[in-house]
């Protein structure tokens, strides 16, 4: 995991995952598994029969959208797992409309609080159903993020999705917001082929493009000179004790400027520099996968050291898979913090099929701490399927299936491809539904045709056009090998 996630996912608030966390009792409810975006919970909510129990899945698909489960958004699909429900299910749009249509969305300056549905009502746009089409043209009329509203109508399956939308748009904004329109919007539709309709927006398009223009010919021939880059090992880890944030590209510097004969310097800056050239000297000999890190890895790794300079040094020593950092790592096995992070990475990228007992028992604790890490259930998970540890079954299928990060599902579907006897007969099935494109990647390459369902599912895999293109392809062509 990069640093930037890893931060991301720490200052997230633990109450927006979805259900409780992997290791804690499993997400058996409907609820839970549509929060995470589960294959299985889409197989159940399909699967529901009658109309109470299609209510159910209605008011569960409604309470995801309307408050997105996911900690950070950036990171996990939803909208499209979502809006394929609603349309297979025909499931109303009511409390949608309920939640865009309403005071609070003035009120509430939080962006999130429409993103999701709006991104869903497009989905279903793309899908053909008109009262989504309705619902987000009555978006652009009176809602607050009106133009997000427009872009996805400007996608939707009816060609007249857009009708009479310009002359909102003309109404609503002034230049200056139409302008933002312009140049943040990634394609024609809606507002740089309404340029061709209207004057006063193809004078916006035209400003747009011509500011743009005047700014790449004002950097080519008036940007300031940068200022030299350090050209010595010295300079280098100077600048970074001088400018810590520049820590990680000043490391990565090191690499083209170090020879055998600064070693010394950067492993004694290592040891006990600024907390910058600490990073900067960590991160180069992480790269390097000098040995010497296994040395001071227990005094780099301790409390006293800087938080900034601790994370680097995990990283730097986690990332060494020498036979030395094997033995290494099977001392620390067990130990509490990064000590014990730093062996887990070794060992399950590295370590040897006598670790499994290790890695396995590593992965029950992880389970049942009060805070689990996702980030080593990732690299415990990933070494277990490595080593094909078939005795690792039941708690990885407990990660798969308890999991509210679908990332860290991810994962342990990979791992389960590897050691679990069914795993294209049951588990890939149930992928085929997931709402990450990575994961139905796997399961599209693993399932079993002759389970009932799975060739419909890879046919209309294969024709959506809101898929995935490497799942569409995928799709295609182990529907044309049979």
């Known amino acids: 995991m990069t640093s930037r996630a890893r931060a991301a996912y720490e200052s997230a608030d633990p109450a927006d995952a979805a259900g409780t966390p992997a290791g804690h ?31 159910e899945v209605a008011a569960a698909l409604d309470s995801c959208v309307l408050r997105d489960p996911r900690a950070v958004p950036a990171t996990e699909s939803r909208s499209l797992y979502y809006a394929r429900l609603y349309h297979r299910l025909d499931a109303p749009l009511d409390a949608l409309s309920a939640h865009l249509l309403c005071d609070a969305d003035w009120e509430d300056e939080d962006a999130e609080r429409t993103a999701l549905p709006l991104a869903v009502l497009g989905n279903l746009a793309r899908f053909g159903r008109t009262d989504a089409v309705d619902l987000l043209r009555a978006y652009a009329a009176e809602g607050r993020d009106w133009t997000l509203a427009l872009e996805q109508l400007a996608h939707a399956a009816d060609p007249h999705a857009l009708t009479g939308m310009l002359a909102l748009a003309l109404e609503r904004a002034d230049d200056e917001e139409l302008y933002e329109c312009v140049r943040r919007g990634t394609g024609m539709r809606p507002w740089r082929m309404w340029g061709f309709a209207n004057v006063r927006m193809r004078r916006i398009v035209e400003k747009v493009d011509l500011d743009w223009w005047r700014w790449e010919l004002a950097r080519g021939k008036a940007a300031a000179p940068e200022p030299r880059p350090a050209a010595t090992v010295d300079q280098v880890l100077s600048e970074a004790a001088s400018s810590p944030r520049r820590s990680t590209v000043c490391g990565r510097r090191l690499a083209t400027l170090a020879t055998p004969e600064h070693r010394g310097l950067i492993l004694a800056t290592a040891w006990s520099g600024a907390a910058g050239a600490r990073i900067a000297a960590l991160r180069y000999l992480g790269d390097v996968g000098d040995p010497a890190l296994l040395d001071l890895a227990e005094t780099a790794l301790g409390a006293q050291t800087p938080a900034p300079v601790r994370q680097a040094a995990v990283q730097a020593v986690g990332a060494l898979r020498s036979g030395e950092a094997v033995l290494r790592a099977r001392r620390w096995m067990g130990a509490d913090g990064p000590l014990g992070e730093v062996a887990v990475r070794i060992l399950a990228g590295a370590g040897e099929s006598a670790d499994g007992p290790a890695l396995i028992a590593a992965l029950q604790r992880c389970r049942t701490a009060a805070a689990d890490d996702r980030f080593t259930l990732t690299d415990l998970v990933d070494g277990i399927g490595r080593l094909g540890l078939t005795e690792a079954l039941d708690p990885v299928r407990d990660v798969y299936r308890a999991s509210p990060w679908a990332g860290l599902r991810s994962r342990a579907v990979d791992a389960l491809a590897r050691i679990e006897p069914d795993f294209t007969a049951t588990t890939a099935v149930d992928c085929l539904w997931d709402c990450e494109a990575e994961t139905r990647l796997t399961a599209v390459e693993w399932a079993d045709l002759k389970v009932a369902g799975v060739p419909d599912r890879l046919r209309e895999l294969a024709r959506d056009p809101a898929e995935d293109d490497e799942v569409r392809e995928a799709a295609r062509q182990r529907l044309a090998a049979v």
């Open 25 to 55: 009792p499993l997400q058996s409810d409907l609820l839970a598994q549509l929060r995470s975006g589960h294959g299985e919970g889409a197989r159940r909510a399909l699967a529901a029969d009658g109309p109470a129990a299609r209510a």
